[in-house]
């Protein structure tokens, strides 16, 4: 695609995003791989199109390789002792400081945050365990943050942290970037992992998944091992005020970019209900980018009828779209012949069949149809007529058709669907 009708499509997301706070965790492992001097240039990117961004970091693997023995981990949570405090505190902020030398190659003006923003407390391991350095985060001041945000900073965070009396704890990363993340309210809170999202036991990936159906995958074990916490993580955020959360991997160049200003996105998008984020809409102009793609890519596999640019434009007002979370991912169109109308140019796109999208389409159609006072509906279809035998439709003969799509289905293999309202 050429870059100015790109910048056309991602434009209604520029919109959705612009001035938002959005929380990027990555692990300690990210900061080691080779893609992630593409994701400082694309969080140049996001900054330069308005987004506020706070960074938060781990960094287990580095500890980990500097600790003479594994540290004793209760419920996968390090507990750090004197002794591995003294190594954390040396090491990590050398890492710290490497992350913002490299946005300050980007020309971003990144701020490695005094902590004393936080009410942290010892974790709680148990009477056995009382003497570590492992911390809870209990509050996070937000203001300072906000108004270090307003003035263009990219706040760091590591996961040593110290509380308003300046002492210091290591606390979890995750739950570090969740803390934070609700403290802010942030639109989003992004975690860069090293696969590409959930994935459903057919190894495909899941686009967009509610706070319910990740505890139904948990309980089908469709999700596993590290994605466990990492989903915990998601569950706190979310229902502390945090608008979605979303997996993305670490080691796929632009998979951020991707995730946030495409269709399709990338990776898992993780929200409370996505039910309450859907519905069928009429289209407007905004829409036509992203409208034409779906019709475009049907055409390509021969199941939708070509249309040029400025057909649909001219007929843009015929349009329905489906929006899940704002995100267009199906559309039918519906024509008037006088007493009779068509349903045309029905499509969901692919990540999303089989979830009932085209069956609401159709209805809303059909629906509007009838309400203006149209007793039959049609569809012209290539390969799609069991679809619409579903639907309730039957297959009609061609000259009950208005005689202008008569004429243009003359001599194709095309079947007609009706149905009565
Ligand atoms: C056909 C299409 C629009 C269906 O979209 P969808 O959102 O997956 O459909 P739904 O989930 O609403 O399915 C509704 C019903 O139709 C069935 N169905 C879905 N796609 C079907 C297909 N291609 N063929 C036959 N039946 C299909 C579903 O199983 C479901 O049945 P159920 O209610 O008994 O469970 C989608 O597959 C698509 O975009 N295809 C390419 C474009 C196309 O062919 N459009 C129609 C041209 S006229």
């Known amino acids: 695609m050429k870059t100015p009708t790109l910048l056309r499509e991602v434009l209604p997301y520029i919109r959705k995003f612009s001035g938002k706070i959005i929380v990027l965790k990555f692990s300690g492992k990210n900061l080691e791989e080779e893609n992630f001097e593409n994701i400082m240039a694309d ?13 938060v970091h781990g960094a287990g693997p580095q ?14 949570v390090r507990m750090t002792t004197s ?27 990144p701020v490695i945050f005094p902590s004393k923003i936080f009410r942290v407390i010892q974790k709680d391991f148990g009477k056995d365990y009382p003497h570590h350095h492992t911390g809870e985060i209990t509050k996070v001041s937000g203001p300072t943050l906000i108004s270090a945000l307003e003035d263009g900073l990219i706040p760091i965070f590591s996961p040593l942290v110290s509380d308003e009396n300046g002492y210091f704890f290591n606390v979890n990363a995750d739950e ?47 999700i596993s091992g590290g ?13 502390g005020g945090v608008k979605r959360c979303h997996i993305v991997n670490g080691l ?12 399709d996105g990338s990776g898992t998008m993780i929200l409370e209900d996505p039910n309450v984020y859907q519905h069928v809409r009429m289209a407007h102009r905004d829409d036509f980018g992203v409208l034409y793609r779906i019709l475009e890519e049907n055409v390509r596999d021969g199941y939708l009828r070509y249309r040029s640019r400025e057909e649909v434009k001219e007929h843009l007002h015929e349009y329905f779209v489906f ?27 692919s ?66 669907y009706g149905k009565n309202l």
């Open 43 to 55: 969080i140049s990117v996001i900054h330069a199109l308005g987004i506020r961004v706070v960074l």
């Open 252 to 263: 796929q160049d632009g998979a951020l970019l991707t995730e946030l200003f495409t269709r």
């Open 351 to 416: 990540h999303f069949r089989t979830q009932g999208i085209a069956k609401i389409l159709l209805e809303k159609v059909e629906q509007k149809a009838k309400e203006s006072g149209i007793k039959s509906i049609f569809a012209v279809t290539i390969l799609t007529g069991q679809f619409f035998d579903i639907a309730g439709y039957q297959e009609i003969p061609r000259d009950t058709l208005p005689l202008s799509r008569q004429k243009d289905i003359q001599g194709t293999s095309k079947k007609v």
């Open 323 to 349: 929006e899940i979370d704002e995100q267009i991912v199906g559309c039918v169109s519906l024509r008037y012949f006088g007493e009779i109308a068509e349903v045309g140019a029905l499509a969901t796109i």
């Open 227 to 239: 994605m466990i916490p990492k989903l915990h993580a998601c569950q706190r955020a979310i229902t």
């Open 63 to 76: 500890i980990e390789a500097s600790l003479p023995q594994h540290s004793l981990k209760i419920n996968g």
């Open 83 to 109: 002794a591995e405090m003294e190594v954390i505190q040396s090491l990590l902020p050398n890492l710290t400081h490497s992350i913002s030398t490299h946005l300050r190659e980007w020309k971003l003006s």
């Open 176 to 222: 570090l970037a969740v803390e934070i993340a609700v403290a802010l309210k942030a639109k989003k809170l992004i975690f860069f992992s090293d696969v590409q999202g959930i994935l459903d036991l057919s190894g495909n990936l899941i686009s967009v998944v509610s706070l319910k159906k990740i505890s139904e995958l948990q309980e089908q074990k469709v």
